[in-house]
């Protein structure tokens, strides 16, 4: 009876495991997080070590940092992974609904974050006038924040054709044009969330300059017309795109496929709170 017990959980991941019990892919996650480990710690060992030893005419980070915005987006960061867990809990019970929802959450969320790197990126560029090259803590600033960004940006795709792999068809009625239109799904899906990201940070940021400068809510509006006008076009697409038709070929046998994309998103904001301790609130601990 306890034999029977123990295949049953590792057959609940519907993947053949290794000598070690562990699933094939879970494995292989774990082998490349392994090694991004050590190039991230490579990363932040060297913009600490010129942080200690800083060159006498080099830029104060407390001139150039402010803990404020990348707080905000410290915080929606850890709000993604909560929505990743969310996932991986819903296709382990076989929940596709709550699993997409979750998806499109997290991947919201994470395009929330590179919407904010973006501005900040602009601000130390344009305002505090920091450059990858122009001295030291620029260069390991943009290298290392740079890096995590693309993870965290590759992690957005991931999330996003995982949404969409979840509306193939069950393999008795797939037809030959599901690849094309899933392509186009995907591309939809990409450009909506962007709009929605672009019109959200567009209605914060108007909404600060407009309160400054008296301006009215209407003023914001107008100038993101046609973002909002894009951004409802996508949405009508999705929900085109996501109408239930028929028995789809994902359930609680990919939950393992879920799981690994979980746990490179977890790695990928484990690693952003020693980045925002080492680089943000260095100088103020």
Not at 92 to 105: A, D, I, P
Request: include cysteine.
């Amino acid at each position: 009876m306890s034999s029977h017990a123990a295949t049953a959980t590792i057959d609940h991941h519907h993947d053949p495991s290794t000598s070690t019990g562990i699933p094939n892919k879970k494995l292989l996650m774990w082998a490349f997080l392994a090694s991004d480990c050590m190039f991230f710690g490579a990363l932040i060992s060297t913009h600490l070590i010129y942080r200690l030893h800083p060159p006498a005419d080099g830029l104060s980070p407390k001139e150039v940092f402010a803990p404020a915005l990348t707080s905000f987006s410290t915080f929606i960061l850890l709000m993604s992974s909560l929505m990743m867990a969310l996932a991986v809990n819903a296709i382990q019970k076989g929940n596709v609904k709550s699993c997409r929802w979750s998806l499109l959450t997290t991947v919201f969320f994470g395009l929330i974050f590179l919407g904010c790197q973006v501005f900040e990126f602009t601000e130390f560029v344009e305002v505090k006038k920091m450059t990858i090259s122009n001295s030291i803590l620029g260069t390991t600033f943009f290298t290392l924040t740079g890096t995590h960004g693309c993870h965290v940006a590759i992690g957005v795709i991931w999330l996003s054709l995982m949404y969409v792999r979840s509306f193939k068809p069950a393999q008795s009625i797939v037809k030959p044009s599901w690849f094309t239109s899933n392509v186009l799904h995907a591309v939809v899906l990409l450009a909506t969330l962007v709009l929605l990201v672009k019109v959200t940070l567009g209605f914060v940021w108007g909404i600060l300059e407009e309160g400054f400068s008296g301006g009215t809510l209407a003023d914001v509006v107008k100038g993101e017309w046609l973002f909002i006008a894009l951004a409802i076009a996508g949405l009508f697409l999705l929900r085109r795109f996501a109408r239930p038709a028929g028995p789809v070929d994902f359930d609680e046998r990919h939950a393992i496929d879920v799981e690994s994309m979980g746990l490179y998103w977890h790695f990928v904001d484990i690693v952003w709170i020693v980045i925002f301790t080492a680089v943000y609130l260095l100088e103020y601990l």
